[in-house]
């Protein structure tokens, strides 16, 4: 199991450009969270897909998009970059919670280093 | 919304020295975690407490939950030099269902040998 994978490592993109980022998640899960961590920071909730819809959202602008496949793979875009955008971008992977009150671990890929110029 | 503030921002200890580090939390939770960065890498999940529970223990981990304080600790006893590392408590919210994990700023941790 190669566990969450990201792609690519590191990015480097000019201000007003647009980028796409990509994950697989962890086999067997059909659930993918996007997170934004700026330096010495901690991550920031972006969005969430499951069955490839937007499930629920954090306090990001619409430039920030997303999409999620038929296999669970998902993808991050960014329109009109901003030098704040920089940071590393996590995606995590889990199993949809049954209930309110139940939980399964999302785990982490290795991050897309993004830096806008 | 809620947001776990992890206290002290920095620590700097020798090896074999226990260390400790804080976080606090302002609205219910389900369940309340602890994940470890390795120099800007991806997140390690450490351990997870639930809301009903006041301790767990994982090998070299201790963690404690006071939700009437709305606080968490976690203790690595006998620090390694591959300890060093960043340490966030993360939590999820019971009041929307959220899944969403709400992470503090982070514990960084230098453990020298």
């Known amino acids: 199991d190669a566990g969450v994978t990201q792609s690519p490592t590191h990015l480097i993109k000019t201000r007003g450009q647009q980028v796409t980022l990509r994950c697989s998640p962890k086999s067997g899960h059909d659930t993918v969270s996007w997170y934004q961590q700026a330096l010495g920071q901690g991550p920031q909730f972006i969005f969430q897909y499951y069955e490839e819809e937007e499930r629920q959202r954090g306090n990001f602008p619409d430039r920030f998009s997303g999409h999620q496949f038929p296999n669970y793979s998902s993808e991050l875009n960014v329109n009109a970059l901003l030098l704040g955008d920089s940071a590393l971008y996590l995606c995590a992977s889990s199993l949809a919670i049954e209930d309110l009150y139940s939980y399964n671990e999302q785990f982490f890929g290795p991050g897309t280093r993004l830096t806008v110029l | 919304s809620q947001q776990g503030e992890e206290d002290p921002q920095a620590l700097s200890i020798q090896e074999g020295e226990n260390a400790t580090m804080n976080c606090s939390y302002k609205?219910?939770?389900?369940?309340l975690q602890w994940y470890r960065q390795n120099s800007g890498r991806g997140l390690v999940h450490l351990i997870l407490i639930r809301s009903n529970e006041r301790e767990k223990h994982s090998g070299r981990l201790r963690v404690t939950l006071d939700t009437s304080k709305k606080s968490s600790s976690l203790l690595i006893t006998a620090s390694r030099a591959a300890d060093t590392a960043s340490y966030f408590c993360a939590t999820d919210g019971r009041e929307d269902g959220s899944e969403k994990l709400v992470f503090g700023k982070g514990t960084k941790l230098t453990v020298n040998p």
């Open positions: 609205t219910s939770i389900n369940n």
